[in-house]
């Protein structure tokens, strides 16, 4: 039987490490000669831990997936530099080179090694693929148009000599090839505006895409025809493979994600349990996400004011006394919501911290979903056929919303262009109640054009993953290619 070993080096965070195990599964799932060893960049203030724990005792997961948990370096890092990721990745390039010779192309038990599977902002280790002499594929863990837009801004920059960053603050729209309507300036990532080195690091991986053997992009077809369409006839870009929906399903594994803060996750389900179906609004915002006090009581003011039952996972920013890292739960919720509203909403309304997003967008008494936009979530929002209000608020989440809203019409309107800075903790203005409840409302009450294109996708995302569908054979086409590269 044919053997291939590959390598998997997600980014920390589990916004690319839950998306990398699943691809990891389904490849593992589909070819029985696969095995994958997933190495964890090992960073104190992501605490991996408790989710591998879950992962490596789930009877689900394969013995052919293996996770090594890298050592802590001694170096610090400035966590607040765009570069860091550089940084971090070329310092722990050592230590990944003799993980991968000791422990893979030494091991007896291991396939031949047949690649690496590399995330988007991994792209320092394509040399030491090279070093190798094995191929490298980016996990591309964001949608076809965002690719299709950092090549654009790469190819004006390197190619044409524009300083993309003073596009900020424009007005302007601009035409981006995979983009089907004409993109505001306003809703440009803004890691690609930025001038103190975010758009150079940012454009010089798009740049280091072009050398990979392939691009494994976590969307599909029938979603961004369009953008894979357009990327398929550009000839200088390596082999497009749109995989996905690629989504973890399995409740244990979502509950470890939570690094234990779920233990509140059985009351949530039970209080689900007691409402109707499709009544509730349901408003998470990532495993980053976070509102000042100011901005929380606007939301507060518009659940209230909607009159719809809801299920709002708030959380708050850490403070300059914590250590860097994700969101935490607040310990002392009436000290940040409008005076009585947990009263008064106590019948209708529940006010969590971290919450089982998967487990709750499945829940049939869940009937809209007010969402950040991150890529991971819209595509879980999709399989759920749960429709969306879209609220972006950092990386890429502008362009995800102004695709869902304007392009595709599976999202209602919150505020496309606001922005929240996850180093400085400010936004780009105050979201009033107004304009929440309004989406709100659109979205649960009587807007059946977004409802109907919502199920039509939903479905979609569900044949294209079953046998026979276009995800199903994209990812047949990668294993061909990943087996063709070690025996031919």
Not at 89 to 95: D, K, Q, T, V, W
Not at 436 to 443: G, Q
Request: proline letters at 6%.
């Amino acid at each position: 039987m044919r053997k291939a070993e590959l390598i998997f080096i997600p980014m920390p965070g589990m916004g690319h490490l839950i998306p990398a195990v699943a691809m990891a599964k389904r490849l593992v799932e589909r070819d029985e000669g696969i095995s994958i060893t997933i190495l964890i960049v090992n960073l104190q203030f992501y605490l991996h831990t408790p989710y591998i724990q879950s992962l490596e005792s789930d009877a689900a997961i394969d013995k052919r997936i293996r996770f090594i948990l890298l050592p802590q370096l001694d170096k610090p890092f400035d966590t607040s530099s765009r570069a860091v990721v550089t940084q971090m990745i070329l310092a722990y390039r050592p230590i990944i080179k003799q993980t991968v010779e000791e422990r893979v192309i030494k091991s007896d038990s291991a396939g031949q090694l047949a690649g690496f599977v590399l995330d988007l902002f991994c792209t320092g280790l394509i040399d030491l693929a090279n070093e190798l002499n094995v191929p490298s594929y980016i996990f591309f863990t964001s949608g076809a148009a965002l690719l299709s837009l950092m090549w654009h801004f790469q190819s004006l920059r390197d190619y044409h000599g524009v300083d993309v960053t003073e596009f900020q603050d424009s007005n302007a729209e601009l035409d981006i090839p995979g983009v089907r309507y004409p993109v505001p300036c306003k809703v440009l990532p803004t890691v690609l505006l930025e001038k103190d080195a975010g758009a150079k690091i940012v454009l010089d991986h798009a740049k280091r895409y072009r050398e990979a053997k392939g691009i494994i992009v976590n969307t599909f077809m029938e979603l961004e025809s369009h953008s894979l369409n357009s990327l398929s006839k550009d000839a200088d870009i390596p082999p497009i493979y749109p995989v996905g929906p690629i989504i973890t399903l399995d409740p244990q594994n979502i509950r470890g994600a939570g690094n234990g803060s779920h233990g509140n996750v059985d009351s949530i389900m039970r209080w689900l349990d007691d409402q109707p179906p499709a009544s509730v609004v349901f408003l998470c915002f990532g495993s980053m996400g976070s509102f000042s006090q100011e901005q929380a009581r606007q939301i507060a003011t518009a659940l209230e004011r909607s009159g719809h039952r809801f299920l709002w996972s708030l959380r708050r920013a850490p403070t300059a006394d914590e250590k860097v890292g994700p969101p935490r739960d607040y310990e002392n919720l009436d000290d940040v919501l409008p005076d009585g509203f947990l009263d008064r909403t106590a019948g209708t309304g529940k006010v969590i911290g971290w919450a089982p997003q998967v487990e709750i967008l499945s829940h049939p008494a869940v009937g809209s979903f007010v969402s950040h936009c991150g890529w991971n979530s819209t595509l879980e929002s999709l399989w759920s056929g749960v429709p969306m209000a879209a609220w972006p608020m950092y990386a890429e989440q502008q362009l995800n919303a102004f695709q869902l809203v304007r392009e595709l019409g599976l999202a209602a309107e919150v505020r496309m262009h606001y922005r929240w800075d996850n180093r400085k903790k400010v936004s780009n203005g105050l979201v009033e109640a107004e304009e929440i409840e309004k989406a709100i409302r659109k979205v649960m009450d009587a807007d059946d054009a977004i409802r109907s294109k919502f199920k039509e996708m939903s479905e979609a995302s569900r044949k294209a993953m079953a046998e026979g569908g276009s995800s199903y054979a994209w990812l047949g086409r990668l294993i061909e290619e990943i087996f063709e590269s070690i025996y031919n």
